[in-house]
C-alpha cells in the first residue's frame, strides 16, 4: 500500500481512569486487513481468469472421431473402390 498505515485510528469509548486502561475501537486494523484482502483476492482473481482462458484454448480444439466412425468410413471407401453400390 505505499507505506500508507492506517492502524493508529479508534474512536475512544471510554476514556482511562486511575489504573483502568482506555476502551478504543480501533477501526484503523480493520481498514488495513480490508485492504490487504482485497489486494489479494484481486490478484488471486486475475490468475484464476488466466488458467480459465488457457484451459479454454486448449478445450477448442476438435476432438478425434470414435473409433467405430472411422472404421464405417473406411469399409466405406473400400466398398466404393470395388464398385459396388451403397444406398
Do not use: C, W
Not at 482462458?53 to 469399409?75: D, G, Y
Request: without cysteine; glycine residues 6%; charged residues 20%.
Amino acid at each position: 500500500m505505499g507505506g500508507v498505515d492506517f492502524s493508529h485510528l479508534a474512536v475512544t469509548l471510554k476514556a482511562a481512569v486511575g489504573s483502568e486502561p482506555a476502551v478504543a475501537l480501533k477501526y484503523g486494523m480493520l481498514i488495513n486487513t480490508v485492504i490487504d484482502f482485497l489486494i489479494v483476492a484481486f490478484a488471486i482473481f486475475l490468475v484464476v481468469k488466466g488458467m480459465n482462458a488457457l484451459k479454454r484454448k486448449q478445450e477448442a480444439a476438435p476432438a478425434a472421431p470414435p473409433v467405430q466412425e472411422t472404421l464405417l468410413r473406411e469399409i466405406r471407401d473400400i466398398l466404393r473402390s470395388k464398385g459396388e453400390k451403397i444406398l
